[in-house]
């Protein structure tokens, strides 16, 4: 199943149309943006396939990884989110003319979360859902979470100094399936530590100025 580069693919549209049904055109568009990031952000490290022209279900499973997060339905875990997508996918499986591409997109959502994948793109996938954890777009992704319980910004600092402190990053590095993707999840948590300790410095800061009343500027 050769891949289509062409953004007006039919399952593009068909997605895109999904991404519409419970959203405003700004905020559909930004879902639509985001899930081909993803796409983006797998393709540089496609060469981990040992094969050059990967299915287009490989693309799809990208943008439908994000059709729970447009619907306001995403989990922290791996494994309920490639459940959820499944779920949103599923209407696509109407369409004859998609039907063995989602067959073939919701198998390889099912591989993602298996402690070992028997595909090397689901390896891959898992990968990807795994570093972003260890980036700002994965701490944007708790805000967002976040601020959709009523939380505010000191929930998230402190919910990612106690991961830090219980060892929890420590343990994430151990899923990888690729090397090269577990060192670059290392680089990123390296980098970040320091942005933590200068966010929970404002916090605190701000806090302290919130109590005292004084007002700056």
């Known amino acids: 199943m050769p891949l289509v580069a062409d953004a007006s693919t039919q399952w593009r549209d068909a997605l895109t149309a999904l991404f519409s049904r419970r959203r405003d055109r700004a905020a559909a568009e930004r879902a639509v943006w985001l899930a081909d990031q993803r796409w983006r952000r797998l393709r540089p490290h496609l060469s981990l396939l040992n094969h050059p022209q990967p299915g287009e279900q490989l693309p799809m499973v990208c943008w439908a990884l994000q059709l729970p997060v447009a619907a306001g339905q995403a989990a922290g875990r791996i494994k309920d989110h490639c459940?959820?997508?499944?779920?949103l996918l599923s209407p696509l499986s109407g369409q004859e003319a998609l039907q063995p591409l989602v067959e073939a997109a919701t198998h390889l959502l099912g591989q993602i979360p298996l402690p070992a994948p028997p595909s090397p793109e689901a390896r891959l996938l898992f990968d990807l859902l795994n570093l972003e954890d260890f980036g700002l777009l994965g701490w944007f992704d708790q805000y967002q979470r976040l601020l959709g319980a009523g939380k505010e910004l000191t929930a998230l600092a402190l919910?990612?100094?106690?991961?830090?402190?219980?060892?929890?990053?420590?343990?994430?590095?151990?899923?990888?399936h690729f090397p090269q993707m577990r060192q670059l999840a290392e680089k990123r948590w390296r980098?970040?530590?320091?942005?933590?300790?200068?966010?929970?410095?404002?916090?605190?800061?701000?806090?302290?100025?919130?109590?005292s009343g004084s007002i700056e500027g």
């Open 83 to 87: 459940q959820q997508a499944a779920e």
């Open 159 to 176: 919910g990612l100094r106690r991961r830090e402190q219980y060892g929890y990053w420590t343990a994430r590095l151990e899923h990888f």
């Open 191 to 211: 980098q970040l530590l320091p942005v933590l300790d200068q966010l929970e410095e404002e916090l605190a800061l701000a806090g302290t100025d919130e109590h």
